[in-house]
């Protein structure tokens, strides 16, 4: 049996809807994100599915960005060069 990854349909691994109502309330808790009822219910549905849509759902602070803007301002500029080079490559 081939490991299983977050690329595999949550109901074709045998999940059920009573553990999707489960994780929507979890998600709720935890991230403070109400994720869409027909993405969950979607046949194929993938927990990277789920992830890109609570990343997509959070709420940016000003404190988060503010963060942001401290850690990028405090890089060197070989630091940025090597930053963009990675990005690029």
């Given at each position: 049996?081939a490991?299983?990854?977050?690329?595999?349909?949550?109901?074709?691994?045998?999940?059920?809807?009573?553990?999707?109502?489960?994780?929507?309330?979890?998600?709720?808790?935890g991230?403070?994100?109400?994720?869409?009822?027909?993405?969950?219910f979607?046949?194929?549905?993938t927990?990277?599915?789920?992830?890109?849509?609570?990343?997509?759902?959070?709420?940016?602070s000003?404190?988060?960005?503010?963060?942001?803007?401290?850690?990028v301002?405090?890089?060197?500029?070989?630091e940025?060069?090597?930053?963009?080079?990675?990005?690029?490559?």
């Amino acid at each position: 049996m081939a490991p299983v990854s977050v690329w595999d349909s949550f109901f074709a691994l045998g999940g059920q809807s009573l553990q999707v109502v489960q994780f929507m309330a979890r998600v709720r808790a935890g991230y403070g994100v109400e994720l869409p009822v027909d993405l969950l219910f979607t046949p194929g549905f993938t927990v990277a599915q789920a992830a890109h849509a609570i990343d997509d759902a959070r709420p940016v602070s000003g404190a988060d960005i503010d963060l942001l803007i401290a850690q990028v301002g405090a890089l060197s500029d070989d630091e940025v060069a090597a930053l963009l080079a990675a990005e690029e490559a």
